[in-house]
């Protein structure tokens, strides 16, 4: 066999195992084909030598939003995208929105294949954010996007007057997904404590971006979590929670896994690394806390953070995305949307922080292979799990993407050998459209070298930065999800054996 690539000389970890170093990788048109030693290469196979470094599965980030009309100022898809290589990701999963008057999904899906088609650096995917779930919608478009689009996930909000359903549209919702195999995603907010607040914060002239913190607590979360858990329950259908920040709503997620209800959970570098305080902004200008809003906002104990690094640990969390979410920071129609007549509005300011190029260093620089033991967050298959495989299985990609094996996409990133990859997080050395990074000053332990897509190397640190073409991303039509937590069958608590059958459709 005459491979197109090599990679040789490094230490492949999956998300079961760390493979002894040395085994090399061979690559033929686009596919792994095989791993083993000494493999032949000819003048025409391209060469890396890993030089001992780790090798692990290109990353998958399946919560980017790009071009959504309501973050007109952030990325579209061709710096998104771009960023998501620089950082490791080979393949996002984004957000094709539906806005409330509309009745159809197919012109949104078409404008969104417009947005992205030939301008995507990396492999990529749609969720379909649902805020009309209208009958003809669930019963005569989501086959259609499940069954010949390849986009079998939805996203809904529970919190946000233009876009949020309510408990019996989640159910509907949830019942239409269960039928066709794909999965709920759901941002779990009580969306009337929070109205309540912001109008008492307003009242009273709290209005600065840190009071965004106050206004939506742990409790807004907890509550909601434990709703779409028990709505989910109700119809046996799976979830996933989306960006979780607290430890409360975790526990209420690791409890029901604990019942074996296929119950997933997410969360976020943001909430792991960053608190409130960053919202109160730098002495020099009070706004900039606007950098830092995204929701469920940025928590005010280090216990918080502590809580989540356990998720992580323990197998809580199914997945680690970036909810990359950018609006530019200085631009009206971005964060500074929330200064009105020059007085800052904290409800105003768009939602939301970028982190696709900066997730997989942000958590691979506390894996066991830049940490001892006793400093480790996480051990290196977990890493994998958590940015790449378990994305793949959840989200219809499994078999495909997310491991390195042979038949699989050869998605890979090669780290740095040793320390050499260090390096402090800063606005100029990434790739995205915004003007500010929340992980400003960090310092990374590695950073990838080398990203490989598709055996195509598109991004060499060392030797060049981004290589890959803007056009070399494909639109993934994905299969049906898998059940990767738990299983669906279960009884809800106090029911008869097959009760739903009564009144299922
Ligand atoms: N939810 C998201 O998923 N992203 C950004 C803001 C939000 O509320
Ligand atoms: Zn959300
Ligand atoms: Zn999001």
């Excluded at 973050?71 to 806005?99: H, K, L, N, V, Y």
């Excluded at 003809?136 to 919190?159: D, F, N, R, W």
């Excluded at 378990?390 to 990609?397: D, H, P, Q, V």
Aim: with cysteine; proline share 6%.
């Amino acid at each position: 066999m005459d491979f197109d690539l090599v990679v040789k000389n490094g230490q492949i970890v999956t998300a079961s195992e760390i493979l002894p170093l040395g085994l090399e990788i061979g690559v033929k048109g686009g596919k792994i084909s095989c791993i083993g030693t000494s493999l032949p290469t000819t003048p025409a196979t391209k060469v890396i030598d890993a030089e001992g470094a780790y090798i692990t599965p290109g990353g998958i980030d399946s919560h980017v939003h790009l071009a959504q009309a309501n973050s007109p100022t952030g990325d579209d898809w061709e710096t998104g995208s771009r960023s998501a290589i620089a950082g490791g990701t080979t393949t996002i999963i984004a957000f094709a929105s539906q806005e409330r008057h509309e009745e159809s999904l197919m012109p949104v899906l078409q404008d969104y294949h417009a947005k992205s088609r030939a301008q995507s650096y990396c492999d990529y995917g749609f969720h379909f954010i649902l805020t009309n779930p209208t009958k003809h919608i669930l019963q005569e478009e989501l086959p259609i996007l499940a069954e010949e689009e390849g986009i079998t996930s939805v996203k809904l909000y529970m919190t946000y007057e233009p876009m949020k359903v309510n408990d019996r549209e989640l159910l509907e919702i949830m019942l239409a997904c269960r039928k066709l195999g794909m999965t709920t995603m759901i941002h779990a907010e009580n969306s009337d404590m929070i109205a309540l607040i912001i109008e008492g914060l307003e009242a009273n002239g709290n209005t600065e971006p840190f009071f965004h913190s106050i206004a939506r607590p742990r409790i807004a979360e907890d509550e909601a979590s434990y709703r779409a858990i028990s709505l989910a329950e109700l119809v046996d259908a799976p979830i996933l929670i989306v960006h979780m920040s607290s430890e409360t709503a975790m526990g209420h997620v690791r409890k029901a896994q604990t019942r074996l209800l296929p119950v997933h959970a997410e969360t976020c570098p943001h909430y792991l690394f960053l608190l409130s305080e960053e919202i109160k902004g730098k002495p020099h200008d009070h706004f900039s806390g606007a950098k830092h809003v995204c929701s469920p906002p940025l928590r005010h104990h280090a216990e918080d953070l502590e809580a989540l690094w356990r998720g992580i640990a323990n197998g809580t969390f199914t997945v680690f995305s970036s909810d990359h979410a950018p609006s530019k920071y200085d631009h009206p129609g971005g964060k500074k949307l929330g200064i009105v007549d020059g007085i800052p509005r904290f409800a105003k300011i768009p939602n939301g922080v970028p982190g696709v190029e900066t997730r997989m260093s942000l958590l691979f620089s506390q894996t066991e292979a830049c940490l001892s033991p006793d400093e480790a967050r996480l051990g290196l298959p977990r890493f994998v799990q958590l940015t790449s495989t378990n994305a793949a299985k959840m989200y219809g990609l499994g078999g495909v993407k997310g491991s390195i094996a042979p038949g699989y996409d050869a998605d890979l990133v090669i780290w740095h050998p040793g320390n050499k990859g260090e390096c402090v997080i800063s606005q100029n050395m990434l790739h995205h459209g915004v003007d500010y990074t929340p992980f400003e000053g960090m310092k990374m332990r590695n950073w990838p070298r080398y990203t490989v897509l598709r055996g195509q190397i598109v991004w060499d640190k060392d030797g060049g930065g981004v290589l890959g073409e803007m056009k070399y991303g494909e639109y993934l039509k994905r299969g049906k999800g898998q059940v990767v937590v738990g299983k669906t069958g279960g009884r809800a608590h106090g029911m008869l054996e097959n009760e739903r059958r009564y009144w299922m459709q």
